[in-house]
């Protein structure tokens, strides 16, 4: 039985030993609706506190990874972590979304985000035991919930934790990126269906969704309203196609909750806190975030980039790398997670706050390029600091496509182009990058770009991704010394196709030598962008190709962050498609979701000192 709130609205012994107090507190929204929450606190009758307030569509009791891990716990209960924060001197409130947990009213994805936050912030201010300070924090969905309520300037909020999440412009981060739509957000909106209170209480239509098969479903792409595996829960299926069905970026877009960057001053004058990692889909959003509120505000904002996948800081490892004991925010950044979060808070919401290094961001890079015991590359990295991002030092470097395969900074004597069909029902496939929430047909992480047993791929191919036509594959000799690379990447190509409309992706690769664990050597991804070359001019006025005609187009890839060891090549690939990442471009121009034909498209790649990539070097020996 779920505890709902009670008439009495009594405070409960935590069933966790020494946990404190819990009450189950109905907190009413402007429109009616009531959202259920849990408030943690040291006694029964509590006084006023600065209350540290997370708001979750995942359920306010249920453990996540993201959690971190400390003592046997891995990841802790939530009781136990609010014991933590509670000992601290802080009261917690865990929230279940709107038409999620417990929460009353209709669950669409992030669109009710701003005003429900906004009034819970404020109803959390009233009350006794809060001292009038609301602090937020969460990873993912509840760090959009932190970007969301602060777009409608919440008087009463004090600090903002925000961990790989909050949505500077979900058009340009999380739901699509170049203009091309991120299919995680099919295999989310799947997994919520499921879980959903309607589907949990309804078992014809859980046995519908559970007899579906997912990875069948991505090989039938495009899906269409009514036939997709979300047709047994319409409400997610509706909310995932108005995703999908605005393309080209307008009012849509512009909605609270999901476009921070048009409210950034509207936001509260708080400091911030906002954390990614190399291989999180939001890297770019908290880099934006960053630098827009230290520049607009007087409070301080602070920047951690770490090695991990999506909130999974406590492990050392991405994918089938390793990058080392230092790798962790545990015993490095601090004790475990709870403990560096209620450093941060401690240090923002004291009398006299203190102030920590801008930006700490781990490079990766410098390990000895064998096979751990666990069976991972040993990349290796470490931990520093800046003032900047990109860090002090980092300089634009252009390298130049060749038509022998090379990158280099010369540019004289280059001529000619590259050519390849791009076969939108052979898409070249995803391995690893920055993807979360993708399983089971994709993972985020550091992986050698050769498909195996775990590759998601239409075609079936197991060879090395170089070895296909339709991937260009552009690489330096072999370093005589080692190269930091720090900041964002930047293809500049001169294009053009036999179609209307196509994609260019790029991916930036470390490749390690061959060794006696490695005898082929280890392609391993560092960050990869893509553009749909309608939006080549603008997002909000796509506009088709001109068969054969030469285009000049910008493609960009989140930042990243590594030591390119003497002996390794510095690699770029480029494609057309990155399935099942972002959805496959069928080359006829029509919405992707109505189109139901695919053509082979042309594509050349100008190599006569027009196409570059811009990558960030780090000169002399970061400290």
Same mark, same amino acid.
């Given at each position: 039985?779920?505890?709902?709130?009670?008439?009495?609205?009594?405070?409960?012994?935590?069933?966790?030993?020494?946990?404190?107090?819990?009450?189950?507190?109905?907190?009413?929204?402007?429109?009616?609706?009531?959202?259920?929450?849990?408030?943690?606190?040291?006694?029964?009758?509590?006084?006023?506190?600065?209350?540290?307030?997370?708001?979750?569509?995942?359920?306010?009791?249920?453990?996540?990874?993201?959690?971190?891990?400390?003592?046997?716990?891995?990841?802790?209960?939530?009781?136990?972590?609010?014991?933590?924060?509670?000992?601290?001197?802080?009261?917690?409130?865990?929230?279940?979304?709107?038409?999620?947990?417990?929460?009353?009213?209709?669950?669409?994805?992030?669109?009710?985000? /701003?005003? +429900? !936050?906004?009034?819970?912030? %404020? #109803?959390?201010?009233?009350? =006794? &035991?809060?001292? @009038?300070?609301?602090?937020?924090?969460?990873?993912?969905?509840?760090?959009?919930?932190?970007?969301?309520?602060?777009?409608?300037?919440?008087?009463?909020?004090?600090?903002?934790?925000?961990?790989?999440?909050?949505?500077?412009?979900?058009?340009?981060?999380?739901?699509?990126?170049?203009?091309?739509?991120?299919?995680?957000?099919?295999?989310?909106?799947?997994?919520?269906?499921?879980?959903?209170?309607?589907?949990?209480?309804?078992?014809?239509?859980?046995? /519908?969704? +559970? !007899?579906?098969?997912?990875? %069948? #479903?991505?090989?039938?792409? =495009? &899906?269409?309203? @009514?036939?997709?595996?979300?047709?047994?829960?319409?409400?997610?299926?509706?909310?995932?196609?108005?995703?999908?069905?605005?393309?080209?970026?307008?009012?849509?877009?512009?909605?609270?909750?999901?476009?921070?960057?048009?409210?950034?001053?509207?936001?509260?004058?708080?400091?911030?806190?906002?954390?990614?990692?190399?291989?999180?889909?939001?890297?770019?959003?908290?880099?934006?975030?960053?630098?827009?509120?230290?520049?607009?505000?007087?409070?301080?904002?602070?920047?951690?980039?770490?090695?991990?996948?999506?909130?999974?800081?406590?492990? =050392?490892?991405?994918?089938?790398?390793?990058?080392?004991?230092?790798?962790?925010?545990?015993?490095?950044?601090?004790?475990?997670?709870?403990?560096?979060?209620?450093?941060?808070?401690?240090?923002?919401?004291?009398?006299?706050?203190?102030?920590?290094?801008?930006?700490?961001?781990?490079?990766?890079?410098?390990?000895?390029?064998?096979?751990?015991?666990?069976?991972?590359?040993?990349?290796?990295?470490?931990?520093?600091?800046?003032?900047?991002?990109?860090?002090?030092?980092?300089?634009?470097?252009?390298?130049?496509?060749?038509?022998?395969?090379?990158?280099?900074?010369?540019?004289?004597?280059?001529?000619?182009?590259?050519?390849?069909?791009?076969?939108?029902?052979?898409?070249?496939?995803?391995?690893?990058?920055?993807?979360?929430?993708?399983?089971?047909?994709?993972?985020?992480?550091?992986?050698?770009?050769?498909?195996?047993?775990?590759?998601?791929?239409?075609?079936?191919?197991?060879?090395?991704?170089?070895?296909?036509?339709?991937?260009?594959?552009?690489?330096?000799?072999?370093?005589?010394?080692?190269?930091?690379?720090?900041?964002?990447?930047?293809?500049?190509?001169?294009?053009?196709?036999?179609?209307?409309?196509?994609?260019?992706?790029?991916?930036?690769?470390?490749?390690?030598?061959?060794?006696?664990?490695?005898?082929?050597?280890?392609?391993?991804?560092?960050?990869?962008?893509?553009?749909?070359?309608?939006?080549?001019?603008?997002?909000?006025?796509?506009?088709?190709?001109?068969?054969?005609?030469?285009?000049?187009?910008?493609?960009?890839?989140?930042?990243?962050?590594?030591?390119?060891?003497?002996?390794?090549?510095?690699?770029?690939?480029?494609?057309?498609?990155?399935?099942?990442?972002?959805?496959?471009?069928?080359?006829?121009?029509?919405?992707?979701?109505?189109?139901?034909?695919?053509?082979?498209?042309?594509?050349?790649?100008?190599?006569?000192?027009?196409?570059?990539?811009?990558?960030?070097?780090?000169?002399?020996?970061?400290?």
């Amino acid at each position: 039985m779920v505890e709902r709130p009670g008439s009495d609205g009594g405070w409960q012994a935590v069933p966790e030993p020494g946990s404190g107090w819990r009450r189950v507190v109905s907190v009413p929204m402007r429109d009616g609706v009531a959202l259920v929450a849990d408030v943690y606190a040291a006694e029964p009758e509590p006084g006023p506190r600065p209350v540290l307030l997370e708001r979750t569509p995942y359920g306010r009791r249920k453990p996540r990874g993201s959690d971190g891990a400390f003592e046997s716990w891995n990841p802790p209960p939530p009781e136990a972590v609010c014991r933590r924060f509670v000992a601290r001197g802080y009261h917690v409130v865990r929230q279940d979304c709107r038409g999620r947990g417990d929460s009353g009213g209709e669950f669409v994805k992030y669109l009710g985000e /701003a005003e +429900d !936050g906004y009034d819970t912030v %404020e #109803w959390i201010a009233a009350q =006794p &035991w809060c001292d @009038g300070r609301v602090a937020t924090m969460g990873v993912s969905y509840a760090a959009h919930t932190q970007t969301a309520l602060a777009s409608l300037g919440a008087p009463s909020l004090a600090a903002m934790f925000l961990d790989s999440g909050g949505f500077a412009s979900a058009y340009e981060t999380g739901v699509r990126l170049g203009g091309a739509f991120e299919l995680k957000q099919a295999t989310w909106a799947f997994a919520r269906a499921k879980t959903s209170a309607r589907t949990l209480a309804d078992p014809v239509r859980r046995a /519908a969704l +559970d !007899g579906e098969s997912i990875e %069948e #479903w991505f090989g039938q792409l =495009p &899906w269409r309203r @009514g036939h997709s595996p979300l047709r047994h829960a319409p409400e997610y299926e509706d909310y995932l196609f108005e995703q999908w069905e605005h393309g080209p970026f307008g009012p849509y877009w512009r909605q609270l909750g999901i476009y921070g960057r048009g409210h950034f001053d509207r936001f509260p004058d708080v400091p911030s806190l906002h954390i990614s990692s190399w291989y999180d889909p939001y890297i770019r959003t908290a880099v934006e975030n960053f630098h827009e509120l230290g520049a607009r505000k007087s409070s301080p904002a602070y920047l951690v980039l770490g090695p991990w996948t999506h909130g999974r800081r406590s492990v =050392p490892c991405a994918g089938d790398v390793d990058f080392g004991p230092a790798a962790t925010l545990d015993g490095n950044l601090a004790a475990d997670y709870v403990e560096f979060r209620a450093d941060w808070f401690d240090a923002q919401l004291s009398p006299t706050p203190t102030s920590d290094p801008a930006v700490r961001y781990f490079l990766m890079g410098g390990g000895s390029g064998r096979r751990t015991a666990e069976g991972r590359l040993d990349h290796g990295g470490r931990w520093l600091v800046s003032s900047t991002w990109p860090p002090e030092g980092a300089r634009p470097t252009e390298l130049h496509l060749t038509a022998g395969g090379e990158l280099t900074p010369d540019p004289r004597g280059l001529t000619g182009y590259l050519e390849y069909d791009h076969d939108p029902r052979d898409p070249v496939p995803t391995i690893g990058g920055q993807v979360t929430s993708g399983e089971p047909v994709m993972v985020g992480g550091a992986f050698d770009q050769r498909p195996d047993d775990r590759t998601f791929s239409l075609g079936g191919s197991r060879l090395p991704l170089d070895s296909r036509p339709d991937v260009l594959t552009f690489q330096t000799a072999p370093l005589d010394h080692d190269l930091v690379v720090a900041g964002p990447v930047v293809a500049r190509l001169t294009v053009s196709s036999s179609a209307v409309d196509t994609d260019f992706t790029v991916k930036l690769i470390d490749v390690h030598p061959p060794n006696a664990d490695y005898p082929a050597g280890f392609a391993m991804n560092l960050t990869d962008g893509i553009l749909r070359c309608r939006y080549r001019d603008s997002f909000e006025t796509p506009a088709p190709l001109e068969p054969g005609r030469v285009y000049e187009v910008t493609v960009e890839a989140p930042d990243t962050a590594n030591l390119f060891a003497r002996g390794h090549r510095i690699r770029v690939d480029i494609a057309s498609s990155n399935f099942p990442r972002f959805d496959v471009n069928s080359g006829t121009g029509a919405a992707e979701t109505t189109d139901r034909r695919q053509v082979v498209a042309t594509n050349r790649v100008f190599v006569d000192g027009r196409s570059t990539v811009t990558l960030h070097v780090l000169e002399g020996e970061p400290a």
